[in-house]
């Protein structure tokens, strides 16, 4: 993504992003029906939105990043509440898809 083309990435991340949006909202804090209205400079909790700079989005893309064709984007779905770890895993779940089980190491708890 901050690579040259790096616009391209962010553009593909949108589409999976928009697919999972109700999931990602179940983990993403408490008090969002109330919070995400789509009005004050916030998205609509009822659809997924993104845009260059827009601020009422529930993705923004940072001006200067459209224009250089890279960059990085910001979700603004998250309330402050929300576990920041559980925040991350459903990102990385959803730009890269989960783990095989095979692949992870079973825990002796």
């Known amino acids: 993504m901050r690579a040259e083309g790096g616009m ?4 593909a991340a949108m ?6 949006h109700e999931d990602h909202m179940l ?6 029906r109330d919070r995400l209205t789509g ?15 827009d601020r009422g989005a529930s993705i923004r893309v940072p ?16 309330a402050s509440n929300a576990d920041p770890y559980q925040i991350i895993g459903i990102i990385v779940e959803t730009m890269f ?8 190491e079973k825990g002796t708890n």
Request: hydrophobic letters at 20%; a positive charge.
């Open 8 to 11: 391209k990435h962010i553009e």
């Open 15 to 20: 589409k999976n992003l928009e697919k999972r």
């Open 27 to 32: 983990v993403y804090g408490e008090g969002n």
């Open 39 to 53: 009005q004050h400079e916030t998205g609509n909790i009822e659809k997924f939105s993104w845009g260059v700079a």
């Open 63 to 78: 001006r200067q990043c459209a224009k250089e064709g890279k960059g990085y984007f910001e979700d603004r779905r998250p």
């Open 97 to 104: 898809g989960g783990l095989p089980d095979s692949t992870l």
